[in-house]
């Protein structure tokens, strides 16, 4: 009897010290509520399964299977949190993600939009190679479709540019610049440029012409159990620079912020720099990729709907073409980011994306440019799904 005691003293402690240990470490790496309740069940039932074999009750078969069932609930529990969690809230959101394919203008079933009447604009040679970011290729494959020859894929379209007769692509913001700057793009659409992209262009003695064509929203987004639901731009620079590292400190729950960042010489990481003022962004998280040569490079991490990130893209290709992430778009200082309050401009940080020339000797540029900043051209991006420049338009197309 004493020994029995004994033991069960013993083993309470070792429990108890254990479940408060493991308690503690599913706090500091987990985070996840799930663990920080079921932690603590997990131990109780597995010390009651010890207590019940030291003191003999139920028989050797029933406390086998008490154990088992116990073991069996604790592991089945948690791979099913798992998968829920990696199913519903772990979602990738970056441009690898978005299958461009969908948009090709010249595809019977394509998404990209089509005016209601033949365009005034139609070229049949000299046609300009296009390029751009990916979240305005739907924009300029609708160009294309109104007024580049009609053909069928492969005719006129790739995603990527890997032969000389691929005249609408796009390979992100980022390669499309370094294109324009070395003349094997004509034109791109993209945001304004890093300034890395300006001085690689000021070093090989290019001129970059921007001509407005129209406007998106610079949107942040958490996952959408996320409780908080404005930020201010001071806010969003102290998060991005490492100040503000709690989402209590914002009326959220008591959880590191997890602030993912883009690529440098993204168009979107070129807004969150433009967004910050000069005050320095904390470093991203990240992870080590083995290149093909069998070295380690250290990469941005794309975006991850956990319940503690926060991450930010346009509008358009956040609410478009990636909408199935379950994530939740933050008011900025009060205003909710829509369509109505980028055009009312009420929205604080909506900017224009751009036609972005380097001197090409094409002699349609021009045509093409004015008639992209025409009616039927505005009509094209607002049907798109972004905020053209001019306010209202004369007819449908």
């Known amino acids: 009897?004493?020994?029995?005691?004994?033991?069960?003293?013993?083993?309470?402690?070792?429990?108890?010290?254990?479940?408060?240990?493991?308690?503690?470490?599913?706090?500091?790496?987990?985070?996840?509520?799930?663990?920080?309740?079921?932690?603590?069940?997990?131990?109780?039932?597995?010390?009651?399964?010890?207590?019940?074999?030291?003191?003999?009750?139920f028989a050797v078969k029933i406390r086998k299977i008490l154990l088992i069932s116990v073991l069996a609930a604790i592991l089945l529990s948690i791979v099913g949190f798992e998968i829920i969690k990696a199913y519903g809230r772990s979602i990738e959101l970056n441009d690898q993600g978005v299958d461009l394919r969908l948009y090709e203008p010249f595809k019977a079933d394509t998404k990209a939009v089509s005016l209601s009447e033949p365009s005034t604009l139609r070229l049949t040679d000299n046609l300009l190679k296009l390029d751009g970011a990916t979240a305005l290729y739907p924009v300029y494959a609708a160009f294309a479709r109104a007024v580049y020859p009609e053909g069928t894929y492969p005719a006129y379209t790739y995603l990527y540019p890997s032969r000389d007769d691929a005249y609408v692509v796009s390979s992100n913001t980022a390669v499309a610049y370094n294109r324009l700057i070395s003349g094997e793009a004509d034109m791109i659409f993209a945001a304004g440029p890093s300034a890395d992209q300006l001085q690689i262009a000021r070093d090989r003695g290019v001129e970059m012409v921007f001509t407005p064509i129209g406007k998106e929203a610079f949107v942040f987004f958490v996952n959408s159990r996320n409780p908080v639901?404005?930020?201010?731009?001071?806010?969003?620079?102290?998060?991005?620079?490492?100040?503000?590292?709690?989402?209590?400190?914002?009326?959220?729950?008591?959880?590191?912020?997890?602030?993912?960042?883009?690529?440098?010489?993204?168009?979107?990481?070129?807004?969150?720099?433009?967004?910050?003022?000069?005050i320095p962004l904390t470093p991203p998280p990240g992870r080590d990729v083995i290149d093909g040569?069998?070295?380690?490079?250290?990469?941005?991490?794309?975006?991850?709907?956990?319940?503690?990130?926060?991450?930010?893209?346009?509008?358009?290709?956040?609410?478009?073409?990636?909408?199935?992430?379950?994530?939740?778009?933050?008011?900025?200082?009060?205003?909710?980011?829509?369509?109505?309050?980028?055009?009312?401009?009420?929205?604080?940080?909506?900017?224009?994306?751009?036609?972005?020339?380097?001197?090409?000797?094409?002699?349609?540029?021009?045509?093409?440019?004015?008639?992209?900043?025409?009616?039927?051209?505005?009509?094209?991006?607002?049907?798109?799904?972004?905020?053209?420049?001019?306010?209202?338009f004369k007819g449908e197309g």
């Open 229 to 278: 639901n404005n930020l201010t731009i001071a806010d969003i620079q102290k998060i991005y620079s490492g100040e503000a590292v709690n989402w209590r400190e914002f009326g959220g729950d008591n959880r590191a912020i997890r602030a993912f960042q883009r690529p440098e010489n993204s168009g979107s990481q070129t807004a969150l720099t433009g967004l910050m003022g000069g």
């Open 1 to 57: 009897m004493t020994g029995k005691l004994f033991g069960s003293i013993i083993i309470t402690a070792l429990t108890a010290v254990g479940g408060l240990f493991g308690w503690i470490m599913a706090a500091i790496f987990t985070g996840e509520a799930f663990y920080l309740w079921a932690a603590p069940v997990y131990v109780v039932l597995l010390w009651l399964t010890i207590i019940l074999k030291i003191w003999g009750i």
């Open 293 to 392: 040569m069998g070295g380690i490079i250290s990469s941005v991490s794309a975006y991850r709907n956990h319940s503690n990130s926060i991450g930010y893209s346009f509008l358009f290709f956040a609410t478009e073409m990636v909408n199935d992430n379950k994530i939740k778009l933050l008011s900025l200082e009060g205003v909710q980011p829509t369509r109505e309050n980028v055009a009312n401009g009420t929205y604080p940080y909506a900017s224009n994306f751009y036609a972005v020339t380097a001197g090409t000797d094409n002699p349609n540029a021009g045509a093409f440019l004015d008639w992209i900043l025409s009616e039927q051209g505005q009509y094209l991006i607002l049907r798109t799904g972004y905020t053209p420049l001019t306010a209202s």
